[in-house]
Protein backbone atom coordinates (compact mmCIF):
# COMPACT_ATOMS: atom_id res chain seq x y z
CA UNK A 1 0.00 0.00 0.00
CA UNK A 2 1.14 3.24 -0.95
CA UNK A 3 1.21 5.85 1.66
CA UNK A 4 -0.19 9.59 1.14
CA UNK A 5 2.48 12.40 0.80
CA UNK A 6 3.14 13.19 4.37
CA UNK A 7 2.07 17.42 4.82
CA UNK A 8 1.27 16.87 8.68
CA UNK A 9 4.68 18.05 10.34
CA UNK A 10 2.72 20.02 13.11
CA UNK A 11 0.97 17.10 14.27
CA UNK A 12 3.81 14.94 14.82
CA UNK A 13 7.16 13.92 12.70
CA UNK A 14 8.90 10.41 12.03
CA UNK A 15 11.50 9.73 14.19
CA UNK A 16 14.92 10.56 13.08
CA UNK A 17 17.23 7.60 11.68
CA UNK A 18 19.80 9.25 13.27
CA UNK A 19 18.19 9.79 16.32
CA UNK A 20 16.48 6.03 16.23
CA UNK A 21 20.66 4.70 16.38
CA UNK A 22 21.44 6.73 19.41
CA UNK A 23 18.76 5.75 21.43
CA UNK A 24 18.71 2.05 20.31
CA UNK A 25 22.28 0.75 22.67
CA UNK A 26 19.96 2.39 25.69
CA UNK A 27 17.19 -0.24 24.80
CA UNK A 28 19.97 -3.30 25.43
CA UNK A 29 23.33 -3.18 26.67
CA UNK A 30 23.11 -0.08 27.94
CA UNK A 31 19.64 -0.41 30.10
CA UNK A 32 20.71 0.62 33.39
CA UNK A 33 19.12 3.00 36.17
CA UNK A 34 20.91 6.67 36.06
CA UNK A 35 20.18 6.78 39.69
CA UNK A 36 22.25 3.38 40.35
CA UNK A 37 25.55 3.57 41.87
CA UNK A 38 27.33 1.50 39.78
CA UNK A 39 28.35 0.89 36.21
CA UNK A 40 25.11 0.22 34.50
CA UNK A 41 23.74 3.47 36.15
CA UNK A 42 26.85 5.47 35.74
CA UNK A 43 26.46 4.99 31.94
CA UNK A 44 22.74 5.92 32.34
CA UNK A 45 23.29 9.33 34.24
CA UNK A 46 26.32 10.35 32.16
CA UNK A 47 24.28 9.74 29.21
CA UNK A 48 21.23 11.77 30.40
CA UNK A 49 23.59 14.56 31.58
CA UNK A 50 25.24 14.84 27.96
CA UNK A 51 21.46 15.10 26.52
CA UNK A 52 20.69 17.65 29.04
CA UNK A 53 23.75 19.69 28.19
CA UNK A 54 22.47 19.37 24.27
CA UNK A 55 18.97 20.42 25.29
CA UNK A 56 20.65 23.11 27.45
CA UNK A 57 22.84 24.37 24.10
CA UNK A 58 20.11 25.20 21.93
CA UNK A 59 17.93 26.78 23.72
CA UNK A 60 21.31 28.79 25.46
CA UNK A 61 20.78 28.19 29.20
CA UNK A 62 22.52 25.98 32.02
CA UNK A 63 22.27 22.43 31.79
CA UNK A 64 20.87 22.47 35.69
CA UNK A 65 17.56 24.80 34.22
CA UNK A 66 16.66 21.86 32.09
CA UNK A 67 13.49 19.19 33.68
CA UNK A 68 13.19 16.32 31.18
CA UNK A 69 9.07 15.57 30.78
CA UNK A 70 7.34 12.93 29.37
CA UNK A 71 5.58 14.99 27.33
CA UNK A 72 4.46 18.56 26.08
CA UNK A 73 1.65 18.33 28.10
CA UNK A 74 3.31 17.54 31.17
CA UNK A 75 6.14 20.37 30.58
CA UNK A 76 3.23 22.55 30.20
CA UNK A 77 1.16 21.40 33.50
CA UNK A 78 4.15 22.05 35.70
CA UNK A 79 5.27 25.07 34.54
CA UNK A 80 1.10 26.75 35.07
CA UNK A 81 0.56 24.34 37.46
CA UNK A 82 3.61 24.47 39.41
CA UNK A 83 4.33 28.44 39.08
CA UNK A 84 0.81 28.79 40.33
CA UNK A 85 0.37 26.98 43.42
CA UNK A 86 4.18 27.98 44.48
CA UNK A 87 3.31 31.79 44.44
CA UNK A 88 -0.38 31.28 45.00
CA UNK A 89 0.34 33.39 47.96
CA UNK A 90 1.21 36.26 46.36
CA UNK A 91 -1.26 35.97 44.10
CA UNK A 92 -3.83 34.34 42.03
CA UNK A 93 -4.24 35.68 38.92
CA UNK A 94 -2.70 34.42 35.10
CA UNK A 95 -3.19 35.30 31.98
CA UNK A 96 -3.26 33.62 28.80
CA UNK A 97 -4.14 34.07 25.69
CA UNK A 98 -7.55 32.59 23.78
CA UNK A 99 -5.31 30.49 21.10
CA UNK A 100 -3.45 28.78 23.44
CA UNK A 101 -3.13 24.93 23.30
CA UNK A 102 -5.37 22.81 25.17
CA UNK A 103 -2.49 21.60 27.47
CA UNK A 104 -2.50 25.71 28.71
CA UNK A 105 -5.85 26.68 28.65
CA UNK A 106 -7.60 23.34 29.86
CA UNK A 107 -4.78 23.98 33.03
CA UNK A 108 -5.49 27.34 33.10
CA UNK A 109 -9.45 26.27 33.36
CA UNK A 110 -8.66 23.79 36.19
CA UNK A 111 -7.16 26.20 38.55
CA UNK A 112 -10.39 28.32 37.87
CA UNK A 113 -12.93 25.96 38.18
CA UNK A 114 -10.81 23.79 41.21
CA UNK A 115 -8.55 26.06 43.09
CA UNK A 116 -10.15 29.41 42.74
CA UNK A 117 -7.81 30.79 40.57
CA UNK A 118 -8.69 33.94 38.33
CA UNK A 119 -7.69 33.62 34.79
CA UNK A 120 -7.22 36.33 31.86
CA UNK A 121 -7.71 34.85 28.17
CA UNK A 122 -6.67 37.65 26.06
CA UNK A 123 -7.88 38.18 22.46
CA UNK A 124 -5.58 38.27 19.20
CA UNK A 125 -6.29 40.18 16.26
CA UNK A 126 -7.12 38.64 12.24
CA UNK A 127 -3.72 37.32 12.24
CA UNK A 128 -3.66 35.60 15.63
CA UNK A 129 -0.91 37.95 17.38
CA UNK A 130 -1.51 39.25 21.02
CA UNK A 131 -0.94 42.58 21.46
CA UNK A 132 1.70 42.97 24.25
CA UNK A 133 -0.28 46.14 25.32
CA UNK A 134 -3.49 44.37 26.38
CA UNK A 135 -1.03 41.90 28.47
CA UNK A 136 0.61 45.07 29.97
CA UNK A 137 -3.39 46.47 30.81
CA UNK A 138 -4.13 42.83 31.54
CA UNK A 139 -1.51 42.99 34.75
CA UNK A 140 -2.88 42.70 38.32
CA UNK A 141 -1.08 43.12 41.43
CA UNK A 142 -1.67 39.43 42.12
CA UNK A 143 -0.83 38.48 38.34
CA UNK A 144 2.18 35.64 39.34
CA UNK A 145 2.16 34.45 35.77
CA UNK A 146 1.78 35.07 32.30
CA UNK A 147 1.88 31.96 29.91
CA UNK A 148 1.83 32.92 25.71
CA UNK A 149 2.90 30.46 23.14
CA UNK A 150 5.65 31.06 21.01
CA UNK A 151 3.98 29.92 17.78
CA UNK A 152 0.70 28.53 17.26
CA UNK A 153 0.09 25.14 15.89
CA UNK A 154 -2.81 25.59 14.05
CA UNK A 155 -1.84 28.84 11.83
CA UNK A 156 2.38 29.49 12.46
CA UNK A 157 1.70 32.66 13.62
CA UNK A 158 4.69 33.40 16.25
CA UNK A 159 3.92 35.98 18.73
CA UNK A 160 5.76 39.21 20.15
CA UNK A 161 7.41 37.14 22.74
CA UNK A 162 10.50 39.51 23.27
CA UNK A 163 7.61 42.54 23.77
CA UNK A 164 5.46 40.41 26.31
CA UNK A 165 8.68 38.94 28.10
CA UNK A 166 9.54 43.08 28.98
CA UNK A 167 6.07 43.56 30.23
CA UNK A 168 6.49 41.24 32.66
CA UNK A 169 9.86 41.53 34.05
CA UNK A 170 9.05 45.17 34.22
CA UNK A 171 6.57 44.37 36.78
CA UNK A 172 8.00 41.01 38.21
CA UNK A 173 5.58 38.57 37.10
CA UNK A 174 7.33 34.81 35.68
CA UNK A 175 6.97 34.13 32.39
CA UNK A 176 6.10 31.01 30.31
CA UNK A 177 5.90 30.15 26.64
CA UNK A 178 4.86 27.15 25.07
CA UNK A 179 7.80 26.44 22.60
CA UNK A 180 6.30 22.97 21.48
CA UNK A 181 6.17 23.79 17.50
CA UNK A 182 8.98 26.60 17.40
CA UNK A 183 11.65 24.77 19.16
CA UNK A 184 14.06 23.37 15.65
CA UNK A 185 12.24 25.43 13.55
CA UNK A 186 13.21 28.83 14.43
CA UNK A 187 16.24 30.39 17.02
CA UNK A 188 14.80 30.52 20.46
CA UNK A 189 17.37 31.46 23.13
CA UNK A 190 15.97 31.69 26.34
CA UNK A 191 17.81 35.41 27.58
CA UNK A 192 17.08 36.63 24.24
CA UNK A 193 13.31 35.67 24.22
CA UNK A 194 13.47 37.12 28.20
CA UNK A 195 11.64 34.08 29.72
CA UNK A 196 11.61 31.92 33.12
CA UNK A 197 10.17 28.59 31.64
CA UNK A 198 9.96 26.79 27.93
CA UNK A 199 8.45 24.03 27.06
CA UNK A 200 9.94 21.75 24.41
CA UNK A 201 8.52 18.86 23.08
CA UNK A 202 10.41 15.43 21.24
CA UNK A 203 7.70 14.58 18.85
CA UNK A 204 7.68 17.35 17.17
CA UNK A 205 11.72 17.42 16.10
CA UNK A 206 11.89 13.86 15.09
CA UNK A 207 12.00 12.35 18.69
CA UNK A 208 10.34 10.12 19.64
CA UNK A 209 6.84 10.15 21.52
CA UNK A 210 6.88 10.27 25.16
CA UNK A 211 9.72 12.88 26.17
CA UNK A 212 9.94 16.80 26.35
CA UNK A 213 12.01 19.23 28.32
CA UNK A 214 11.49 22.27 30.72
CA UNK A 215 13.74 25.25 30.77
CA UNK A 216 13.45 26.40 34.37
CA UNK A 217 15.42 29.53 34.92
CA UNK A 218 17.23 29.45 38.11
CA UNK A 219 15.60 30.67 41.16
CA UNK A 220 12.24 30.55 39.91
CA UNK A 221 10.21 28.68 42.82
CA UNK A 222 7.99 26.11 41.25
CA UNK A 223 5.97 23.15 42.96
CA UNK A 224 6.17 19.49 41.76
CA UNK A 225 3.01 17.80 39.82
CA UNK A 226 4.50 14.17 40.80
CA UNK A 227 5.97 13.53 43.72
CA UNK A 228 8.10 11.01 44.69
CA UNK A 229 12.08 10.70 44.52
CA UNK A 230 14.27 13.40 43.76
CA UNK A 231 14.63 13.02 39.99
CA UNK A 232 15.83 16.16 38.42
CA UNK A 233 16.45 18.13 40.78
CA UNK A 234 13.58 17.11 43.14
CA UNK A 235 11.37 18.98 40.48
CA UNK A 236 9.55 15.54 38.94
CA UNK A 237 9.97 12.20 39.94
CA UNK A 238 9.93 8.94 38.21
CA UNK A 239 13.11 6.84 36.78
CA UNK A 240 14.26 8.92 33.55
CA UNK A 241 13.36 7.34 30.37
CA UNK A 242 17.18 7.29 29.35
CA UNK A 243 16.62 6.19 25.55
CA UNK A 244 14.08 8.87 24.79
CA UNK A 245 16.10 11.18 26.62
CA UNK A 246 19.64 10.35 24.63
CA UNK A 247 16.79 10.82 21.50
CA UNK A 248 15.55 14.19 22.66
CA UNK A 249 19.42 15.04 23.27
CA UNK A 250 20.18 13.72 19.86
CA UNK A 251 17.22 15.76 18.29
CA UNK A 252 18.43 18.98 19.93
CA UNK A 253 21.77 18.45 18.96
CA UNK A 254 20.69 18.20 15.08
CA UNK A 255 18.55 21.18 15.19
CA UNK A 256 21.41 23.25 16.65
CA UNK A 257 23.68 22.86 13.70
CA UNK A 258 21.32 22.30 10.76
CA UNK A 259 18.60 24.74 11.89
CA UNK A 260 19.11 28.62 9.37
CA UNK A 261 19.59 26.35 6.29
CA UNK A 262 16.87 23.82 7.01
CA UNK A 263 14.70 26.90 8.13
CA UNK A 264 15.02 28.33 4.62
CA UNK A 265 14.79 25.21 2.88
CA UNK A 266 11.31 24.67 4.59
CA UNK A 267 9.71 27.94 4.01
CA UNK A 268 10.94 27.87 0.10
CA UNK A 269 8.57 24.74 -0.11
CA UNK A 270 5.75 26.46 2.06
CA UNK A 271 5.65 29.21 -0.30
CA UNK A 272 5.96 26.52 -3.28
CA UNK A 273 2.94 25.34 -2.08
CA UNK A 274 1.12 28.09 -1.30
CA UNK A 275 1.81 29.71 -4.88
CA UNK A 276 0.72 26.74 -6.33
CA UNK A 277 -2.46 26.39 -4.63
CA UNK A 278 -3.09 30.49 -5.06
CA UNK A 279 -2.60 29.50 -8.42
CA UNK A 280 -5.16 26.98 -8.93
CA UNK A 281 -7.87 28.07 -6.27
CA UNK A 282 -9.48 31.67 -6.61
CA UNK A 283 -10.41 32.88 -3.68
CA UNK A 284 -7.71 30.54 -1.41
CA UNK A 285 -7.57 32.63 1.78
CA UNK A 286 -4.44 32.49 4.11
CA UNK A 287 -5.30 32.21 8.08
CA UNK A 288 -2.24 33.62 9.77
CA UNK A 289 0.52 36.21 9.97
CA UNK A 290 1.83 36.06 6.34
CA UNK A 291 5.49 37.14 7.57
CA UNK A 292 5.47 36.11 11.56
CA UNK A 293 5.03 32.43 11.11
CA UNK A 294 6.80 29.37 11.28
CA UNK A 295 8.85 28.39 8.19
CA UNK A 296 7.05 25.42 7.57
CA UNK A 297 3.40 26.01 7.92
CA UNK A 298 0.52 26.91 5.53
CA UNK A 299 -3.18 27.26 6.79
CA UNK A 300 -5.68 28.04 4.07
CA UNK A 301 -9.18 28.36 4.02
CA UNK A 302 -10.73 27.11 0.35
CA UNK A 303 -13.52 28.87 -0.32
CA UNK A 304 -17.35 27.13 -0.85
CA UNK A 305 -16.50 23.70 0.64
CA UNK A 306 -15.17 22.38 4.00
CA UNK A 307 -11.56 20.96 5.20
CA UNK A 308 -12.41 17.56 6.32
CA UNK A 309 -14.21 17.92 2.49
CA UNK A 310 -10.94 18.70 0.49
CA UNK A 311 -8.85 15.71 2.52
CA UNK A 312 -11.49 13.11 2.29
CA UNK A 313 -11.32 13.99 -1.83
CA UNK A 314 -7.48 14.07 -1.76
CA UNK A 315 -6.72 11.32 -0.08
CA UNK A 316 -2.95 11.05 -0.88
CA UNK A 317 -2.55 14.49 0.95
CA UNK A 318 -2.05 13.56 4.70
CA UNK A 319 -2.65 16.84 6.37
CA UNK A 320 -4.84 18.40 9.22
CA UNK A 321 -8.52 20.51 9.36
CA UNK A 322 -6.53 22.09 12.30
CA UNK A 323 -5.30 20.77 15.78
CA UNK A 324 -4.19 16.86 15.54
CA UNK A 325 -6.55 17.24 18.91
CA UNK A 326 -9.25 18.20 16.80
CA UNK A 327 -8.92 16.62 13.06
CA UNK A 328 -11.78 15.37 11.45
CA UNK A 329 -14.38 17.13 13.84
CA UNK A 330 -16.66 19.05 11.26
CA UNK A 331 -16.29 22.44 13.84
CA UNK A 332 -14.58 25.53 14.01
CA UNK A 333 -11.39 25.62 15.27
CA UNK A 334 -11.20 27.71 18.39
CA UNK A 335 -8.25 29.27 17.25
CA UNK A 336 -9.64 30.48 13.85
CA UNK A 337 -12.66 31.54 16.04
CA UNK A 338 -10.22 33.69 18.07
CA UNK A 339 -8.94 35.02 14.89
CA UNK A 340 -12.05 36.43 13.94
CA UNK A 341 -12.66 34.19 10.73
CA UNK A 342 -16.09 33.66 9.44
CA UNK A 343 -17.44 30.47 10.15
CA UNK A 344 -17.88 29.62 6.43
CA UNK A 345 -13.92 30.34 6.05
CA UNK A 346 -12.79 28.17 9.13
CA UNK A 347 -14.67 25.03 8.37
CA UNK A 348 -12.97 25.27 4.89
CA UNK A 349 -9.63 25.38 6.40
CA UNK A 350 -6.84 22.88 6.18
CA UNK A 351 -3.47 22.84 7.78
CA UNK A 352 -0.54 21.98 5.38
CA UNK A 353 3.08 22.12 7.45
CA UNK A 354 6.13 20.62 5.86
CA UNK A 355 9.50 18.80 7.47
CA UNK A 356 12.78 17.07 6.76
CA UNK A 357 11.75 14.79 4.62
CA UNK A 358 9.58 16.53 2.42
CA UNK A 359 10.84 17.42 -1.31
CA UNK A 360 9.89 19.99 -3.66
CA UNK A 361 8.60 17.20 -5.98
CA UNK A 362 5.80 16.36 -3.18
CA UNK A 363 4.93 19.83 -2.82
CA UNK A 364 3.73 20.03 -6.33
CA UNK A 365 1.68 16.62 -7.01
CA UNK A 366 -0.03 17.51 -3.11
CA UNK A 367 -0.74 21.16 -4.54
CA UNK A 368 -2.06 19.02 -7.73
CA UNK A 369 -3.87 16.85 -6.01
CA UNK A 370 -5.86 19.42 -3.62
CA UNK A 371 -6.55 22.03 -6.78
CA UNK A 372 -8.19 18.75 -8.43
CA UNK A 373 -9.68 17.93 -4.92
CA UNK A 374 -11.60 21.18 -4.88
CA UNK A 375 -12.14 21.39 -8.71
CA UNK A 376 -14.52 18.14 -8.13
CA UNK A 377 -16.06 19.37 -4.92
CA UNK A 378 -19.25 19.95 -6.97
CA UNK A 379 -19.13 16.41 -8.16
CA UNK A 380 -18.92 14.35 -5.48
Known amino acids: ?43 AKNAVDYARSEVAALLG ?34 ITTQV ?72 GILFHTDAAQAVGKIPLQVDDLGVDLLTVVGHKMYAPKGVGALFVRRGVKLDSLIHGASHEV ?5 TENVPYVVG ?14 ESRRLQSLRDRLHEALLAGVPGLRLNGHASFRLPNTLNVSFPGTAGYDMLARAREVAASTGSACHSGRPEVSPV ?8 EWALGAVRLSVGRWTTGEEVDLAARMLVDAFASREDS
Open 1 to 43: MKLPIYLDYNATTPVDPAIAEVIHPYLHDLFGNASSAHAYGFQ
Open 61 to 94: CAADEVIFTASGSEGNNLAVKGVAFAHAERGRHL
Open 336 to 343: LAAMGVPP
Open 234 to 238: GRRAG
Open 248 to 261: LGKACAIARMNLPE
Open 100 to 171: EHPAVLNTCRYLETRHGFAVTYLPVDGDGLVNPTDVARAVRPDTTLISVMTANNETGTVQPIREISAVARER
